[in-house]
């Protein structure tokens, strides 16, 4: 019998996932960015420079940018410490493809490789990296624990784990008016900017069945980290977790 997991609130066999978080993203590729700002208001940008800085980068640092998206924690990295050398990765050849893109039109590709790649099976040795960036991609993972061991196979012994993702407000009222926000506009603006709305839907579904802070910080602990500690943003919306063996 296949083992399940969940896409969004619906339950898929774990072989499936993958295959609809891959239409979902071909879907929305061409419009991320914009949906992104306006989802956002524009914040998800403080937030991913906030991750940048927290990440507390050597200028010779080896990073891998998984889930990379379109490149924004990506670029930050590549303008601020231009002697790195960044591995931008992706599951989905259209959202990669849409990143390489802007990272040669806006002349960041200069210290940057592109990868397809699943962030559940990494192609690196041991101990490869510095740095591992994962920007609003793990909630897509099929398996999350297997991710997050094998980020940690890959970071070289005083390396970091960052991982900036939707989590669960603090305040009770906060969340019901986060709640009506997530089920009421994002779809409609999902239907009006990008002409989909039902990935803007699963989008909400996801966030609402990724793990919260504790759980989150627990399952880095588990997966071989001796320290994790973690940033609550816009009261919990998002949150920012900092494996290290520190």
């Not at 399940?4 to 993958?18: A, L, N, P």
């Not at 927290?54 to 410490?81: C, F, H, P, Q, W």
């Not at 991609?137 to 061991?149: A, C, I, M, P």
């Not at 997530?182 to 999902?190: A, H, K, Q, T, V």
Request: aromatic share 10%.
């Amino acid at each position: 019998m296949n083992k399940k997991t969940h896409f969004g609130y619906k339950e898929v066999d774990e072989s499936d996932k993958s295959k609809f978080v891959g239409d979902v993203f071909t879907s929305v590729s061409k419009n991320y960015d914009i949906m992104n700002d306006a989802m956002s208001f524009g914040m998800h940008r403080l937030w991913k420079r906030i991750l940048v800085e927290l990440a507390a980068i050597g200028e010779n640092d080896v990073v891998l940018d998984i889930a990379s998206g379109t490149g924004d924690i990506s670029k930050l990295i590549s303008k601020e410490y231009p002697n790195t050398n960044i591995f931008m990765s992706d599951i989905n050849y259209d959202m990669l493809n849409e990143g390489r893109n802007r990272a040669i039109d806006e002349s960041f590709d200069s210290n940057c490789s592109f990868c397809q790649l699943s962030g559940e099976i990494l192609p690196f040795k041991d101990n490869a990296f510095d740095l591992i960036t994962v920007g609003f991609g793990l909630r897509n993972f099929t398996n999350k624990e297997r991710g997050l061991k094998e980020m940690k196979r890959c970071l070289k012994k005083n390396g970091k784990l960052l991982i900036l993702e939707f989590s669960k407000p603090i305040n009770s009222t906060f969340s019901k008016i986060y709640d009506w926000y997530s089920f009421n506009i994002l779809p409609r603006l999902g239907s009006v900017l990008a002409n989909d709305s039902e990935s803007y839907q699963y989008l909400a579904e996801s966030i609402r069945m990724h793990p919260n802070q504790e759980l989150l910080k627990n399952m880095v602990l588990n997966s071989g980290f001796k320290e994790c500690k973690f940033y609550n943003l816009l009261n919990g919306v998002v949150a920012i977790h900092i494996g290290s063996d520190a």
